[in-house]
């Protein structure tokens, strides 16, 4: 039967003890509980996993973020095609009055026609990060999910003078100032339903960034509880494998002075 001397086991236990506080020191000197495969295989391989995950949740959010700031942009400038459409309105309503002689009709129309020019002017400057917004070009995806088709859709219609079927307004008439009345409230039905659309993509991806937001959290916590040193655990693992190593550290002195002890003894 193989036996093993006493000076073996207590080299073992020494072994393992400063071992184990070398493993604990690591611990605590990076912060991680897994420094390598060797720590925890499975463990690593969920750590990594969730870190991906998180990284990806939080760009999502970003994502979300910039498309918020996108629709704003592009609400700020519908909202002031649908402003100047209501001076239009004005306008045409104005010019209908039948107390209004030629002159009176044909100021109201040059200031009509300078309405539009504004309004194509702030249909074909509206940009976000040198892309036209309002001239019906802009359409694409936000991804607002780490996985692939987690997307939110942005598409918004071209609100130009000649899009919106006000272009070449005549109020200088009795029955073109009807005419334009009616143009221009069907326009302004068109800006409404776009101003819409945007408030309803923006709520979306406020929400998207949220889930996005939180569910990194979870991520990140969940990872941090796989990988992440427990400092007070540790610390106390740290002592306890010191205490180890002394008492295994005493017990082969101990056992050498007695080997020398009884050596001394034989050879008197």
Known sequence: MLSLSPTTISSNFLNTAQDAAAKSLRQ?????RINSAADNPAGLAVAVSLSAQ?????????????GISLTDTAAGAVGQIGDTLQQMRELAVQA??????????QAIQSQINQLGQQLDQVAGQ??????????????SQVNTGPGTGQTTPISIANLSGNALGIAGLDVTTAAGSASALSAIDTALGSVNAQQSQLGAISSG???ARTSASAAAE????ARSRIADTDYAATAASLTRN??????SLKALAMYNDVQKQQVSGLLR
């Open 96 to 105: 209908g009055n039948g107390a209004l002689n030629g002159s009176d009709r």
């Open 28 to 32: 605590l000197s990076t912060g991680l």
């Open 126 to 139: 509206a940009q976000f990060n040198g892309q036209n917004l309002l001239d019906g070009s802009f359409s």
């Open 218 to 221: 979870n991520a990140v916590a």
């Open 54 to 66: 998180a990284t990806g949740l939080l760009q999502a959010a970003t994502n979300a973020d910039n």
């Open 205 to 207: 991806l406020s929400s």
């Open 242 to 247: 010191n205490i180890q190593t002394q008492a």
